[in-house]
């Protein structure tokens, strides 16, 4: 099928200037500034189909929110291509603008002295939304975000989790092909965070609406999201099923063992001797062991901890969605110092 | 979507036809007003200031003119009378009550501040939507503020009346255009933030400059000739200059009509430049955070 967004070679380059220190510097600084060119995209590139829910993460500084900027026609790169749906973003704004939905968790696009609804009419003009269409819409983001009582008030006087939600009706309003979702659960609560991950997910179940998410939160990417894309420096460091990269990385296991009485973590290894199995004592009641489903089976660990001692309780997870990233990240960095000779081009992918 | 438009991965064509283009930004006009409205208490105060501002031109310039008969010289300045200088002052601040409005200070904050991002995943043109603005705000001002200052000043300091029904009606065609040109060179301004890390010191050049340039703190004709020349190639005259001389009857026949010509034309052309450097300045562009 042909991509609804298209991305190649993806460059922008920050001009900075450096800062020399003292009354001299400052003068120097005058006549000649010191500039250097910094590269926040680096060859980006990656194609997303229609329907798909993408997210892109990476850490602070590492390239996300630039990349968004360009995708969504507020920046203009310094070279390589970006089509969504055939138009490129930062040539023909006005009209791809019409199409796409964005909401960036820290800003409000809704006007922040006007009432709730006062945006919402102005938006139906703005991408003009018929009567139709705007009250079916309307009745549905009311249904699934619960905003009909925040309508009447002023956007200053909302709570950040009121505020989210408005902010996400506001850009659903007009049914967009593509949402851009640039940190959605900022600052959020456990349950405000639930709730949206909850409507995202129905969203694009129903309307089909083509993601794309940048996040901190690694628990909205578990949630939300089948493919991943990891950027760290600028540069796409993987990009694929969140279940491939978890076999990338090692299907690491974490059994959490709640013990009657205290222990050493040693007396636990003794326990597992001749398995590869890390221990790790947390209170000395609770104890963490840590293993490689490939190599070690669940049951055997727990089979052989329960035959020995008391065990109050037991808790088995796969390794948290943090640990695999910064694992990346990890590779990366190793991978960015080794092929630091060859201009890195063997670490972009 | 969900009726079947996934299946393509293009997106349709779209253009906003004129009529839509006039309900939007109409729309834009009418909230503008709407919100200036519900910071009317901010204004009440706007009505002492003006007429202080005009209280101290009367005084100086009832002294100046008493000076000069005491010395024996010609009861004209600049070609004016002192009842006309009066009236020429009065006038000025009543119009620059109307045109006012800080489009740079907005566009530059918004620019500082990174919100132009929040406008530029938007299918308008924000310089249009400034501009709707800016006529909504116009409307709550002659309503709230120009017409309680006339009230104020016409009859405490004895402006004098215009020059016919024909000199009120192009007066009052005349300070439309200084919207136009007043909101234009304001947005020009306002965009020089896509290029300065700090603005402030342009912006406070730009409410002393332009009070000076348009000719409202002192009248033109008190300038050397060669003053006079070098504003009559710049816009600033066709802001409150043009207008006011209308009002005296100091512009009349083929000179009202160029007068109101040449403000057309700089409507026109500083629009059309404000658009090029708007085009210019946001392809350029770099948003806070990154």
């Known amino acids: 099928m042909e991509p609804l967004i298209h991305v190649r070679d993806l460059c922008k380059d920050y001009r900075l200037t450096d800062r020399r220190e003292g009354v001299r510097g400052g003068l120097l600084d005058l006549l000649s500034p010191r500039r250097r060119d910094l590269r926040a995209v680096d060859r980006v590139s990656f194609d997303i189909q229609p329907g798909e829910m993408v997210g892109y993460i990476g850490a602070n500084g590492a390239g996300k929110s630039t990349t968004i900027k360009m995708l969504t026609g507020i920046l203009t790169p310094s070279s390589g291509e970006v089509t969504v749906g055939g138009m490129v973003p930062w040539r023909q704004r006005q009209q791809y603008t019409r199409h796409i939905g964005v909401v960036f968790g820290q800003r409000t696009q809704l006007w922040w002295d006007l009432a709730v609804v006062e945006s919402f009419r102005l938006l139906k003009k703005i991408y003009e939304v018929d009567d139709a269409t705007y009250d079916r819409q309307m009745k549905l983001l009311d249904d699934l975000l619960d905003i009909g009582k925040l309508l009447g008030q002023p956007v200053r006087k909302l709570s950040l989790g009121q505020r989210m939600r408005c902010d996400l009706a506001a850009a659903l309003l007009h049914r967009p092909r593509v949402l851009f979702l640039d940190e959605p659960t900022i600052g959020l609560d456990v349950v405000a965070k639930e709730n949206i991950r909850g409507f995202l997910r129905g969203v694009q179940e129903r309307e089909g609406v083509t993601v794309i998410l940048t996040t901190h939160d690694l628990g909205d990417i578990e949630q939300l999201c089948r493919r991943v894309i990891i950027i760290d420096q600028g540069r796409v460091h993987f990009d694929g099923e969140l279940s491939e990269l978890r076999r990338r990385v090692g299907q690491t296991v974490r059994l959490s063992v709640d013990l009657r009485d205290p222990a050493a973590s040693a007396d636990l290894a003794a326990v597992t001797v001749g398995l590869p199995v890390n221990w790790d004592d947390e209170t000395g009641l609770r104890h963490v062991a840590r293993f490689n489903r490939a190599e070690v089976r669940a049951a055997d660990v727990i089979r052989l901890v329960v035959n020995d001692r008391p065990v109050q309780d037991l808790h088995l997870a796969e390794q948290p969605i943090e640990e695999v990233v910064r694992e990346i990240y990890r590779q990366a960095a190793a991978n960015n110092t080794d092929s630091a000779d060859d201009t890195g081009t063997g670490a972009a992918k | ?290």
Request: aromatic share 14%; with cysteine; proline share 4%.
């Open chain 2, 1 to 290: 979507m969900s009726d079947g438009a996934t299946a393509t991965a293009r997106l349709a064509p779209w253009r906003r036809s004129p009529v839509a283009s006039l309900g939007l930004y109409g729309h834009f006009i009418r909230l503008a007003f709407l919100k200036f409205l519900a910071y009317r208490l901010r204004y009440y105060t706007g009505v002492v200031s003006y007429t202080i501002f005009v209280a101290g031109h009367y005084y100086l310039y009832l002294a100046l003119y008493a000076g000069r008969a005491a010395e024996g010289l010609g009861a004209t300045v600049g070609g004016l009378t002192v009842r006309e200088m009066i009236t020429y002052v009065a006038i000025s601040w009543i119009g620059r009550s109307l045109y006012f409005n800080n489009i740079s200070r907005d566009l530059a904050r918004m620019v500082t501040e990174g919100e132009i991002a929040m406008h530029l995943i938007k299918p308008f043109h924000l310089q249009s939507v400034m501009m709707a603005e800016a006529v909504g705000e116009a409307g709550f001002r002659l309503i709230m503020f120009t017409i309680p200052i006339m009230l104020v000043v016409v009859p405490v300091f004895h402006v004098g009346a215009p020059a016919g029904a024909a000199a009120l009606l192009w007066t009052l065609v005349s300070f439309t255009l200084s919207l136009v040109i007043y909101s234009q060179l304001s947005f020009l301004v306002g965009c020089l933030a896509f290029a300065m890390k700090n603005i402030q010191g342009v912006l406070r050049a730009q409410m002393v400059g332009m009070d000076f340039l348009t000719g409202v703190i002192v009248p033109f004709t008190f300038f050397p000739a060669w003053f006079q020349s070098a504003v009559n190639w710049l816009p600033f005259q066709c802001i409150s200059y043009v207008p006011v001389m209308i009002y005296l009857g100091k512009r009349t026949g083929p000179a009202l009509v160029d007068g109101i010509l040449l403000q057309v034309a700089w409507a026109v052309g500083l629009t059309i430049a404000a658009r090029l450097v708007w085009r210019y300045a946001t392809r350029r562009v770099t948003v806070q955070g990154g």
